[in-house]
Nanobody, 122 residues
């Protein structure tokens, strides 16, 4: 079981970038998915989360610029980032609550992707 993120890179201020993250492996179902970020010298913070029903929440400072979405048939979450600012430079991590059945039973596990670097130049 893993989360594989992609789509990071270098973009100029005011530009746009899209991230995606797919959950794969022996997964029964996926509950919440989301994106967090960690800038140099700062703590990891929530960017946005989305339920499997499509309800989403955002960090207040990012509302209107970032949009989270998901494709449940692909166990994939997306993050569209517009009007990017240098302050958005960070490593972006995807997250998912995965329902997995093993010998111990069926449980929810929190998984993190490997992180993808987004650099916004001024």
């Amino acid at each position: 079981v893993q989360l594989q993120a992609s789509g990071g890179g270098l973009v100029q201020a005011g530009g746009s970038l899209g991230l995606s993250c797919a959950a794969s492996g022996s997964i029964d179902s996926v509950n919440d998915m989301g994106w967090y970020r960690q800038a140099p010298g700062k703590q990891r913070e929530l960017v946005a989360r989305i339920t499997n029903g499509g309800s989403s929440k955002y960090a207040d400072s990012l509302k209107g610029r970032f949009t989270i979405s998901r494709d449940n048939s692909k166990n994939t979450v997306y993050l569209q980032m517009n009007s990017l600012e240098p302050e958005d430079t960070a490593v972006y991590y995807c997250y998912a609550d995965l329902i997995i059945t093993n010998a111990a039973g069926s449980y929810q596990y929190g998984y993190w992707g490997q992180g993808t670097l987004v650099t916004v130049s001024s």
